[in-house]
């Protein structure tokens, strides 16, 4: 028997404060949490930090206390969606709660850091070195949360949040898990925003998606959870159901190994099945414009000539790997509430027939939302959220 799958909380941790309530009142409103630097070193760009995150508020084990960034981004993020959900970690069935993270980078700064002593000094900390593996995040919140059932990594660059909740999606609805705690977690650096300066993929003004003055994106941080249970499941225990999330393997398309792929029909062909009837599309544009042409492209071919509302929150939070949790997070929340947000940053859309969300919020019924998933390399991680 498969199983409907309901978003029964959510947590997000992003550069507008911590909590789902600073996240959405700063997308419906239009801002961004795009600015300048106040932790790491940027000058003359700006970026989207996630500000007073301590572990002391947030880890209980005593493992905890050597926990990194992307690590913490991540274990933040699920406690508040489990309080989302009316939750704690005690009321989980261990061996039947899942976890699924996603990141595009992992633990970045304590690596650098590692990697300096090992070639300054023929050695490192090897106390660090457990923080440096892929899978620390995850390990990290399966200790604190006491979680023994199904869990799994990933890393599909920018649609690795994505990619963690769709494997998320699968537990629940084949009824490999009662609960899944799934989304993605991904920290910025000093070194990450050098390496964008350097390459040419970084914005020196406020980001602008699918504009036609867009000229690079802004690097971000942060994390989204969301706890995932069979509807059935969630009803009987009166739960709020932000909204069902249909199950979907994703694809691939031809692409430049770290690159966009460059024709939009064929990523239009993956994404026609889902935004058949959809009522929005929550986008990947970041600003971008190798990404945003051809997600316009793709967008207008796959609707077939329906002129679908379509908003891109990666200019409020900014561009990272996880950025696709914070995505579906956002799309959630559209559904349980009938608003979508502007696209902050876009004045002019780049195309006609490109109905992208401007200015101010929309107020209207979504009976399905799709967010459509986008990652360099040719992955497409689309999801599709229905209203319950």
């Given at each position: 028997?498969?199983h409907?799958?309901?978003?029964?909380?959510?947590?997000?941790?992003?550069?507008?404060?911590?909590?789902?309530?600073?996240?959405?009142?700063?997308?419906?409103?239009?801002?961004?949490a795009?600015?300048?630097?106040?932790?790491?070193?940027?000058?003359?760009?700006?970026?989207?930090?996630?500000d007073?995150l301590?572990?002391?508020?947030?880890?209980?084990?005593?493992?905890?206390?050597?926990?990194?960034?992307?690590?913490?981004?991540?274990?933040?993020?699920?406690?508040?969606?489990?309080?989302?959900?009316?939750?704690?970690?005690?009321?989980?069935?261990?061996?039947?709660?899942?976890?699924?993270?996603?990141?595009?980078?992992?633990?970045?700064?304590?690596?650098?850091?590692?990697?300096?002593?090992?070639?300054?000094?023929?050695?490192?900390?090897?106390?660090?070195?457990?923080?440096?593996?892929?899978?620390?995040?995850?390990?990290?919140?399966?200790?604190?949360?006491?979680?023994?059932?199904?869990?799994?990594?990933?890393?599909?660059?920018?649609?690795?949040?994505?990619?963690?909740?769709?494997?998320?999606?699968?537990?629940?609805?084949?009824?490999?898990?009662?609960?899944?705690?799934?989304?993605?977690?991904?920290?910025?650096?000093?070194?990450?925003?050098?390496?964008?300066?350097?390459?040419?993929?970084?914005?020196?003004?406020?980001?602008?998606?699918?504009?036609?003055?867009?000229?690079?994106?802004?690097?971000?941080?942060?994390?989204?959870?969301?706890?995932?249970?069979?509807?059935?499941?969630?009803?009987?225990?009166?739960?709020?159901i932000?909204?069902?999330?249909?199950?979907?393997?994703?694809?691939?398309?031809?692409?430049?190994?770290?690159?966009?792929?460059?024709?939009?029909?064929?990523?239009?062909?993956?994404?026609?099945?889902?935004?058949?009837?959809?009522?929005?599309?929550?986008?990947?544009?970041?600003?971008?414009?190798?990404?945003?042409?051809?997600?316009?492209?793709?967008?207008?071919?796959?609707?077939?000539?329906?002129?679908v509302p379509?908003?891109?929150?990666?200019?409020a939070?900014?561009?990272?790997?996880?950025?696709?949790?914070?995505?579906?997070?956002?799309?959630?929340?559209?559904?349980?509430?009938?608003?979508?947000?502007?696209?902050?940053?876009?004045?002019?859309?780049?195309?006609?027939?490109?109905?992208?969300?401007?200015?101010?919020?929309?107020?209207?019924?979504?009976?399905?939302?799709?967010?459509?998933?986008?990652?360099?390399?040719?992955?497409?991680?689309?999801?599709?959220?229905?209203?319950?």
């Amino acid at each position: 028997m498969r199983h409907a799958v309901a978003v029964t909380g959510v947590g997000v941790v992003s550069g507008f404060g911590l909590g789902v309530e600073p996240l959405w009142d700063g997308l419906v409103a239009g801002r961004t949490a795009c600015r300048p630097a106040r932790r790491v070193e940027a000058p003359g760009v700006l970026v989207a930090e996630v500000d007073h995150l301590e572990a002391r508020d947030v880890v209980r084990s005593p493992q905890g206390r050597r926990i990194d960034r992307t690590s913490l981004l991540a274990l933040a993020a699920a406690h508040l969606a489990l309080a989302d959900a009316g939750l704690t970690a005690h009321d989980l069935d261990p061996p039947h709660t899942a976890l699924a993270l996603g990141s595009a980078f992992g633990n970045v700064q304590e690596t650098e850091m590692f990697l300096d002593r090992l070639l300054e000094r023929g050695m490192g900390n090897p106390l660090v070195f457990p923080n440096l593996v892929m899978n620390a995040a995850l390990s990290y919140a399966a200790i604190e949360l006491g979680v023994t059932g199904p869990a799994a990594m990933v890393t599909e660059q920018e649609a690795s949040g994505e990619a963690a909740i769709a494997w998320g999606v699968r537990q629940i609805a084949d009824g490999a898990a009662a609960v899944c705690l799934a989304g993605g977690s991904d920290e910025l650096t000093s070194g990450i925003v050098e390496l964008r300066r350097e390459t040419g993929t970084a914005s020196t003004g406020p980001p602008r998606p699918f504009d036609v003055a867009a000229d690079g994106p802004c690097a971000g941080e942060g994390a989204a959870m969301l706890v995932l249970e069979a509807r059935e499941a969630a009803l009987a225990r009166g739960a709020r159901i932000y909204a069902l999330i249909v199950p979907h393997d994703g694809a691939g398309v031809p692409s430049a190994l770290h690159g966009w792929p460059r024709d939009g029909r064929e990523v239009a062909r993956v994404l026609t099945p889902l935004v058949a009837g959809a009522d929005a599309i929550v986008a990947a544009a970041s600003g971008a414009p190798a990404l945003d042409s051809l997600e316009a492209e793709a967008i207008a071919l796959g609707c077939d000539g329906r002129h679908v509302p379509v908003t891109a929150p990666r200019g409020a939070i900014g561009d990272f790997g996880a950025a696709g949790a914070l995505a579906v997070a956002a799309a959630a929340l559209t559904v349980r509430h009938g608003i979508l947000p502007p696209t902050a940053g876009c004045r002019q859309p780049l195309r006609r027939d490109l109905d992208v969300v401007v200015g101010v919020p929309r107020h209207t019924p979504l009976r399905a939302v799709v967010v459509d998933g986008l990652a360099r390399g040719g992955m497409c991680r689309p999801l599709r959220l229905e209203a319950a």
